[in-house]
C-alpha cells in the first residue's frame, strides 16, 4: 500500500514537473511595444553612432560633429598635438548669431549647414537657415510663376528661407555676418567640370557639348540664357547609344518633354583637364521593358526602359573613347576582347581633403597623360583582364589577365609611383589577396596570402612602400566577418593589425596614411570612436554614442551566436533578436530574416538603429533570427561565396533551415512547429523558395519585391551568380545558354501562409516576378495574399511604415493566431498631426 502512494505521488509530481517545465504560448501580439520604435521614434532616441571625420587640406587634422539628446556639439581634432578641442561654444556662438541676426538661436538647437575652412584653416564659413522667408527670392518666386507651373513655384517659395551666411575667427571667438556673401550656386547633375575648373561637359540630344566657364556662369543663373556658347564635340550619337543618360524613372511624357535639355554624362578627366575619357553603350538592340505609372495625372503614364534579361542574345555594346580637348579629336580605344563584354574604368581615389570642396572631378587613374587605365571582362564572367590604353593611338596593352572556373569579382586597382608597379586584387589561390605586379604585368610577389579575405586598400605609402588595407577572418577567436585595418610592407613582411579588439571597424584613413578614425561596436555594444596612429596607438578616444533613450524605452541588445551549416562542418554566423519584455517560460513563433546574397548576408555585425527588420518586428511576440549561408557573403572563402552556384534557386535554404533547428534544440522558448520567413528583393525570392522546397517547415512568408522568376531578372545579377554558359560553333560564332529553375514551378508545393507584395511601378525587379507566381498560385488552385504598393519602386519608399504593419499584422494572425486588429491601423494614426 505504502509503495503505491509512493508511486502514485511520485507521478503526481512529475506530471507537475512536465506542466512547470513547458513553455506557454504567445496568445496576443504585443502592437504597443513595436509602435515605441518606429522609424520616426528611434530618430528621437538615437543620434550620432559614429564620428564622420573632415579631414582639412593643409594639415592631417579633421573637425567633426556628434549629436545626442543634449544637443550637437562640433569639435576639432589634431592628432600630432593629440588634441581635441570643441570647435566653438554653442552659448556663445547661439548669442552672437541672435545678436548679429535678430534671429532667436540657442545652443542646443543651433541649424548649421556646410561648414568649410578657409584663409589658411584660420576660419570657420558656414550657413544658416532663417526662421524668416526670403522676401527677395519670393518675389523673384512670384514673378516667375507667371510663367513656369503655377503650383510647383508656389510650393517652391513657401519653402524658401533666408539663409544667413556666417565667418567664425578660430582663435579670436568672433563671429562675423557676412551679408555680401556670393554663394556659390549648387552645381547642376549635368555639369561635369574640368579639374582646372576652365571647361563643362555635358550632353545635350544624345551627342557632347562643352562650355567654357563664362558660359557656365551665365548657366547657374539661367540655364535658357541665349548668350551661353555652346561647343559641340560629336555629331553621331543617337538615341541608345547615346553619350549621355537620361535621368532615370522618366515616364514617355517626361522624356519627350526633357529631350532638349542639358543631361549628364560619365567621363574621367586626365588630371591635368586636357583629355577625358568616357564610357558609351550601343543599347539599340537592346529590348525594352515597361511599367505603368497608374497615378500620374490626369492619366496613367507609360515608362519604358532598356532591359536585357539573362540569357538574351540582345546586349549592349559597350565603347571607350578618349576626346583631345585642345586638338580636338575623339579617339576610339580597341577594347576587343570578348563577346558582350563589360568594360569599367579605373578611377582616381577621391582624397579625403577634398569631400567639402564644393565640386571634386572625377579623374582617371593615371596621373599621367600617357596610360589610361581600364578592365574588360567576359560575359561569363570567367575571363578578365586589367589593361591600360594610350589616349593618343586607342592601343591597348594587357597587364594582368584573371581566369576561373566560377565568376571573377575585381577590385580597385593600385598605383604606385603613377604604374611603375600595380597592386591588384585577386581570388586566384581562394581567397581575396593583393599581388605586387611591375608597371608591364610582371608578378612580383603576393603580399598577403593565408586563409582570410582581403576587402579594400585604404592607402598606400609608395616612399615606405607599405599598403594599408582593410580584412576580416585573419583574427582568431572572433566573427570571421569582422572587419579590421591592417598594414603590410610590399614584399609581404611586417603585417600589423592596427584597430585590436573584437568589434567590427569602420575606419577613415587620413591622405597621409598618417592617422585614421577608427568607429567600432558589435550589435551588442555601443558603437565607440577613437583616433589612431598608423602603428596602431590609440591617439584619443572621441566619442560613445548615447544611447540612453533608446534603453529608457526599453530596448534591449541582440544577441550573436554561432550554428553550423547544413553540412555539420562549416560554421555560420547570426543574429537573435528577442521581445524587450522576454519572458524565457513562453513559447516563441520564430521568424527568420534572409537575404541570399550572394554579394551580401543580411546579417549586422556593428550596432545598428535601424531596428524594423529584425528588432521591431521580434517585440510583436516573436524571435527573430538572421544568419548566413554558404553562398553568401564574399568576405570569406571563394568557396564558400560561390558554394551557390549553379543553383541560384535554393542553395541557401538547407543552411536556413538547420540554423533554426539547431537553436530550437537550445532554447526551449523557440516553437519549432511556427517558423516564419521574410525578406526583401532577393530576400523575397528566397522567403517564398522556403516555402515551398520545404513547406512542412516554413509555415508563413512574406515576400517582398521578389526576384522569384530569375529568367526575367536582369543579366547581370543572375548571369553572374547562377552561371551562363558560354557556347562557340565550328565557325567559331559565340552564344549563350542560360536556364534556371523559377519558383513558379514548384507552386503546387504551397501549404502554409504566402503574402506577396511588389512595388507597381519597380524598375529594378518588375512587378512581373511577382505576378508569374501569383499566376501559377492561381493555376494552382492554392490561397495566398497578394498586394501591390501604388506608385512605388523596389523600395516601397514612404509606405515602408505601412509595410511594417501589413507584415506584422500577417505574422501574427498566422503564427500567434491574433486576429484582434480592425481596419484601422492605430498605430499609425497615433503619431499623424490632424491639420
Sequence with gaps: MRKSIYCLTFLLLASANMLVGQNKPIEKANYQLASRFSPKKVGKMVFSTNVDPHWLKNSER????????????????????????????????????????????????????????????????????????????????????????????????????????????????????????????????????????????????????????????????????????????????VKDYSYGYTKENEDNEEEVKNIDNRKPTYILWSHDSKFFAISRNDSRKVKDLWVIKSLSSPRPTLETYKYQMPGEKESPIEALQVYNMAADTMVTIDVTGFKDQTLSMFSAPRLKKDRDDDYTASKWLSKTNDKFYFSRISRDLKRADICYADPSTGKVTVVIEERLNTYIDLNDLGLVNNGKELIHWSERDGWGHFYLYDGNGKLKNQITSGPFHCESIEGIDEAGRVLYFTANGLEANEDPYYLHLYRINFDGSGLKLLNKGNFDNAVSLSDG??????????????????????????????????????????????????????????????????????????????????????????????????????????????????????????????????????????????????????????????????????????GGFMSTAAMLVYPDFFKVACSNAGNHENNIYNRWWSEKHHGIKEITDTA???????????????????????????????????????IRVANALVRANKRFDLFVFPGQRHGYGDMNEYYFWLMGDYFSKHLIGDNSQGVDITEMNRDIELK
Excluded at 560554421?571 to 520564430?590: A, C, E, H, N, R
Excluded at 552564344?735 to 524598375?763: V, W
Design 513 to 682: 596614411c598618417r592617422y585614421f578614425v577608427n568607429n567600432f561596436s558589435r550589435v551588442n555594444t555601443t558603437p565607440e570612436s577613437v583616433v589612431m596612429d598608423n602603428q596602431g596607438t590609440r591617439i584619443a578616444n572621441l566619442e560613445k554614442a548615447d544611447l540612453s533613450l533608446l534603453i529608457q524605452a526599453g530596448f534591449k541588445f541582440p544577441e550573436p551566436f554561432t550554428v553550423k551549416a547544413d553540412d555539420g562542418i562549416t560554421d555560420l554566423y547570426g543574429v537573435m533578436y528577442k521581445p524587450f519584455d522576454f519572458d524565457s517560460t513562453k513559447l516563441y513563433p520564430i521568424i527568420e530574416y534572409v537575404y541570399p546574397g550572394p554579394q551580401t548576408e543580411a546579417v549586422n555585425k556593428a550596432f545598428s538603429a535601424r531596428l524594423d527588420r529584425t528588432d521591431r518586428l521580434a517585440q510583436l511576440g516573436f524571435v527573430v533570427i538572421t544568419v548566413g549561408n554558404r553562398g553568401g557573403h564574399p568576405a570569406r572563402s571563394k568557396w564558400y561565396h560561390n558554394y551557390g552556384y549553379g543553383n541560384l534557386k535554393n542553395y541557401g535554404l538547407a543552411d536556413k533551415k538547420a540554423a533554426i533547428e539547431q537553436l530550437a534544440d537550445r532554447y526551449a522558448y523557440i516553437d519549432i512547429n511556427k517558423v516564419g520567413i521574410h525578406g526583401h528583393s532577393g
Design 62 to 237: 579633421f573637425w567633426y560633429s556628434f549629436e545626442t539628446p543634449s544637443g550637437k556639439s562640433y569639435y576639432i581634432v589634431d592628432p600630432a598635438a593629440k588634441s581635441k578641442k570643441i570647435l566653438f561654444d554653442n552659448v556663445s556662438m547661439a548669442a552672437q548669431m541672435s545678436r548679429l541676426t535678430k534671429d532667436p538661436f540657442d545652443a542646443q538647437h543651433l541649424p548649421i549647414e556646410k561648414i568649410k575652412f578657409i584663409k589658411n584653416e584660420t576660419i570657420i564659413q558656414f550657413e544658416v537657415k532663417s526662421k524668416l522667408m526670403d522676401e527677395d527670392k519670393k518675389d523673384a518666386d512670384e514673378d516667375d510663376m507667371k510663367k513656369k507651373d503655377k503650383k510647383k513655384d508656389a510650393d517652391k517659395g513657401k519653402a524658401d528661407k533666408k539663409i544667413f551666411h556666417f565667418e567664425y575667427n578660430l582663435a579670436a571667438g568672433k563671429l562675423t555676418l557676412v551679408d555680401d556673401f556670393k554663394k556659390i550656386k549648387e552645381n547642376p547633375d549635368w555639369a561635369n567640370i574640368s579639374p582646372d575648373g576652365e571647361k563643362v561637359v555635358f550632353s545635350k540630344k544624345d551627342n557632347l557639348y562643352w562650355m567654357d566657364k563664362a558660359s557656365y556662369a551665365k548657366a547657374l543663373k539661367d540655364e535658357k540664357d541665349s548668350t551661353i556658347v555652346e561647343h559641340q564635340i560629336t555629331k553621331d550619337g
Design 732 to 770: 567559331g560564332k559565340v552564344s549563350f545558354e542560360y536556364d534556371i529553375d523559377k519558383n513558379s514551378k514548384l507552386a503546387s508545393n504551397l501549404k502554409g501562409h504566402l503574402l506577396l507584395t511588389t512595388g507597381e511601378i519597380d524598375n529594378n525587379v518588375h512587378p512581373g516576378n511577382t
